[in-house]
């Protein structure tokens, strides 16, 4: 079982089967699930994207500048964060927002001391605002923050039960791995599950990244506890 875990959740993710915005019911079964993580002892801190509002890279042109782009899909990150947050505490959760964008009214600033000591005190933490700055994913802002709040591991969780050998909704025989080298993963152009950005610095420093479905009931708690789920990057 680890001791302290880091979340990274898509924006795609929190809007469920509506396509875009945010879907209540989705985030309000999300919080539930984290609850029953800190609820087992393991501290959570949560990344979380903005895809479902706005995503930079794809919005920037016809005159917007790309960083002036991706500091919109920051502020996409602050809503869906805000969200959580709310949701996470109507669940009986304590749970706290800091961002790497300066939004005094909505959200604390990411300080590291003061999120560990969140975490310490039974709080989960949300991180929004990616790193704070443009051309950076906020998959490698949350390795980058994993390792800055002394994570054991990163759960990225998707829409898919793992990684597979080849595309399985183009492959009836793709196979399930259990495990893949970060080697492998930043090589294989196939695998798509993170930014290679994001893997590169995972594997430079050995952080392991464990790639699970979202969308069961359990599954966070159990990649959390250790147990054989997803795949395991390292």
């Given at each position: 079982m680890y001791k302290r875990i880091l979340l990274k959740i898509s924006g795609e993710q929190l809007a469920g089967n509506d396509g875009s915005g945010i879907n209540p019911e989705f985030v309000g079964w999300l919080a539930g699930?984290?609850?029953?993580?800190?609820?087992s002892g393991i501290q959570v801190v949560i990344v979380v994207g903005g895809g479902n509002f706005l995503r930079g890279a794809s919005f920037a042109g016809h005159g917007i500048e790309r960083a002036t782009a991706d500091y919109m899909g920051m502020l996409a990150t602050m809503m869906n964060g805000l969200a959580l947050m709310d949701m996470i505490e109507h669940h009986g959760q304590p749970a706290r927002l800091q961002s790497n964008v300066q939004i005094n009214e909505v959200a604390?600033?990411?300080i590291r001391r003061r999120a560990i000591r969140h975490m310490e005190k039974g709080r989960v933490v949300i991180i929004a605002g990616g790193l704070g700055?443009?051309?950076v994913t906020t998959d490698t802002a949350a390795?980058?923050?994993a390792l800055?709040?002394?994570?054991e591991v990163i759960l990225k969780a998707t829409k898919?039960?793992?990684i597979y050998d080849k595309d399985p909704a183009k492959h009836d025989d793709a196979t399930k791995l259990d495990s893949v080298s970060f080697q492998e993963s930043v090589q294989n152009g196939a695998i798509k599950v993170m930014d290679k950005a994001a893997l590169g610095l995972a594997m430079e420093q050995g952080m392991?990244?464990?790639?699970?479905d979202l969308a069961t009931d359990g599954n966070i708690l159990r990649a959390a506890q250790?147990?054989?789920i997803g795949t395991k990057v390292s």
């Open positions: 699930e984290v609850k029953k993580v800190t609820e604390e600033p990411f700055k443009p051309f390795v980058s923050v800055e709040l002394d994570c898919v039960d793992g392991p990244v464990i790639v699970f250790g147990d054989q």
